[in-house]
T-cell receptor
Framework: SQTIHQWPATLVQPVGSPLSLECTVEGTSNPNLYWYRQAAGRGLQLLFYSVGIGQISSEVPQNLSASRPQDRQFILSSKKLLLSDSGFYLC?????????FGPGTRLTVT | AQSVTQPDIHITVSEGASLELRCNYSYGATPYLFWYVQSPGQGLQLLLKYFSGDTLVQGIKGFEAEFKRSQSSFNLRKPSVHWSDAAEYFCAVGATYNTDKLIFGTGTRLQVFP
């Protein structure tokens, strides 16, 4: 069966520091991969999605970036965090019109 | 453009009572529709989905949803709520022409009293 992992589970970072969140998927090949951010009371916002290695589409202009160095690995990064980057970050993998979510990373920027 | 509206931010019900969570979508063609549930601090779990066919779909945990094209709605129902159903519920729509992306509503937080 398919499994999706995210780490770290929680992270507290100062403003201006870099960020790296990792997502890996097991049990499937060539999945579509997604990064969402969930801010309090605002639902899920799609940040990036990828249909293959090295193929990244950005949905929202921001100081975040994403990379897909391997088929089942998706990384969310920032060079300098802003206070507004705080939130709950969810990775998902998708196939055949369905998406399955990881456990999420709670990021607090102080 | 596609959009999803969940008009109820917060709903409180008693355990054993029936439940209906509302979802309205905006999309020009036949959409793909989903309901997800999120427990506090957790990821989202797919409850059910509608692609085509029977407009009443059954999901996990005793939930069902009905697609009503005339009302652009996809409301989630459960005949008898359990305390463990307390969570946040998200409706989502996917475009039939671009099934890679989902648009989510802002969610409805369900509180269950014993």
């Amino acid at each position: 069966s398919q499994t999706i992992h995210q780490w770290p589970a929680t992270l507290v970072q100062p403003v201006g520091s870099p960020l790296s969140l990792e997502c890996t998927v097991e049990g499937t090949s060539n999945p579509n991969l997604y990064w969402y951010r969930q801010a309090a009371g605002r639902g899920l916002q799609l940040l990036f999605y990828s249909v293959g290695i090295g193929q990244i589409s950005s949905e929202v202009p921001q100081n975040l970036s994403a990379s897909r160095p391997q088929d089942r690995q998706f990384i969310l990064s920032s060079k300098k965090l802003l206070l507004s980057d705080s939130g709950f970050y969810l990775c998902a993998w998708g196939t055949s019109n369905e998406q399955y979510f990881g456990p999420g990373t709670r990021l607090t920027v102080t | 453009a596609q959009s999803v509206t969940q008009p109820d931010i917060h709903i409180t019900v008693s355990e054993g009572a029936s439940l209906e969570l509302r979802c309205n979508y905006s999309y020009g063609a036949t959409p793909y529709l989903f309901w997800y549930v999120q427990s506090p601090g957790q990821g989202l779990q797919l409850l059910l989905k509608y692609f085509s066919g029977d407009t009443l779909v059954q999901g996990i945990k005793g939930f069902e949803a009905e697609f009503k094209r005339s009302q652009s709605s996809f409301n989630l129902r459960k005949p008898s709520v359990h305390w463990s159903d307390a969570a946040e519920y998200f409706c989502a729509v996917g475009a039939t022409y671009n099934t890679d992306k989902l648009i989510f509503g802002t969610g409805t937080r369900l509180q269950v009293f014993p």
